[in-house]
């Protein structure tokens, strides 16, 4: 453990002004202690860990745009391409107002292990820029991402570098960016960006995919434990694609969802969100991009109890909590209410939804914890699936991707396993999650050299 505390230090004096890139490194280094103390003389001896926190590099670049008032605009863009040994770089864009450098390279390191869990061949990278395209009009968000890519095409590829979606990138701002990128180059090169839309390259499934596979990853769990799925209640946040797909998978599989949640804050439907409920948050998305209130919307459709300003967790009991947002929705506070309510099962299907000090109290007391590098893994996971599609020219059918997907969440999970077996563990699938996507980029870096 000396050296893991040795870097960790490194790397707070080097980053001090990253809170969240310091949170997801102390997050992942604590809990792969086992299997670095039994290697310690060659990760030292090759620096895995400084050489893994540190990423291949870090772009970025001002982003200049006008608005439909003729008024000229800057924002910042990034990407930060965080590691390779497995494959090209892969992982979202996101634009959001509080994005920094700091939320990027968070994001990088933790897609350097969910990758590796999903046994695809692909790195860990991340982007995106402060824009926010909320309220914005179609043609401004058109010719941001025009100037976006007029920058990030020099740095991107099929082999290279592949982004996709993220929170603020859906469909129509992929759909912009990628026919600025062809309109670049000149090559119609399908497999640069994935999450495109169906008649241009994209996947059967890519929308609702993290939501599914983060499903299909607690049916195992739950399997596992000797529970199921069915008749259980579930608290989710959000109402995007994640929280879209997550409603609609636990309404197949015999769940009921009773919150769906943002900035504006939650609401509590009794009845559960299901059947034409689920179709209607698409609707919420579109409500959300003209800076309406989707929620209160929802709210008076459906008769539904809205609690503005505030959040589900610790005020409603459920047996799965489900964050589907953003990072840190979950602090101590909440995660003790969590606990008097007797929630079982915390299922992270936003990137690192809860502090590290609130995931240290809920595993205290014995609630299971899916962490997101883990159950969020079906978005990249089908992703990986559209880069396979667009390399073979083909278009596989719903059913055959929402297979594959099944069996690559089920094979997280028994990764998950192995690791625990290997080292005595409790059913600790953090460390699980941690170690078995540590162990595979550590020994593809040993392999490849320094």
Known sequence: MDYIKEVIAMTEQKNSSQPEFLQTVREVLGSIGPFVDENEAELRKYSVLERLVEPDRQIIFKVPW????????????????????????????????????????????????????????????????????????????????????????????????????????????????????????????????????????????????????????????????????EGKTFCLSGYGNAAWGAAKKISALGGKV??????????????????????????MLTLRAEGKSALSAYAEKYHAEFFPGEKPWGNVPADVYMPCAC????????????????????CEVSNMPTSNEAIALLQSKNVVILPAKAANAGGVAVSGLEMAQNSARLVWSADKVDAKLKEIMHGIHEQMLEVINLYKLPYDLVAGANIAGFKKVADAMLAQGV
Not at 184 to 211: C, D, H, M, Q
Not at 260 to 282: N, R
Not at 327 to 336: G, M
């Open 258 to 283: 009773l919150t769906l949640s943002g900035g504006e804050g939650y609401v509590y439907d009794k009845d559960g969100v299901s059947g034409e409920k689920v179709d209607f948050m698409e609707h």
């Open 66 to 229: 006008m608005d439909d008032n003729g008024v000229y605009c800057v924002n910042r863009g990034y990407r930060v391409q965080f590691n390779n040994a497995l494959g090209p770089y892969k992982g979202g864009l996101r634009f959001r107002n509080n994005v920094n450098l700091s939320v990027i390279k968070f994001l990088g390191f933790e897609q350097i292990f969910k990758n590796s869990l999903t046994s695809l061949p692909l790195g860990g990278a991340k982007g995106g820029s402060d824009f926010d395209p909320r309220g914005k009009s179609d043609m401004e968000i058109m010719r941001f991402c025009q100037s976006f890519m007029t920058e990030l095409y020099r740095h991107i590829g099929a082999d290279l570098d592949v982004p996709a979606g993220d929170i603020g990138v859906g469909s129509r701002e992929l759909g912009f960016l990628y026919g600025q990128y062809k309109r670049i180059t000149g090559n119609f090169i399908s497999g640069v960006l994935t999450g495109k839309g169906l008649s241009y390259g994209g996947s059967l499934i890519r929308p609702e995919a993290t939501g599914y596979g983060a499903a299909y990853l607690l049916c195992d769990v739950l399997d596992h434990l000797g529970d199921s799925i």
């Open 327 to 346: 990072q840190n929705e979950i602090d101590v506070a909440e995660a003790e209410k969590m606990v008097d309510m007797g929630v079982k099962y915390l």
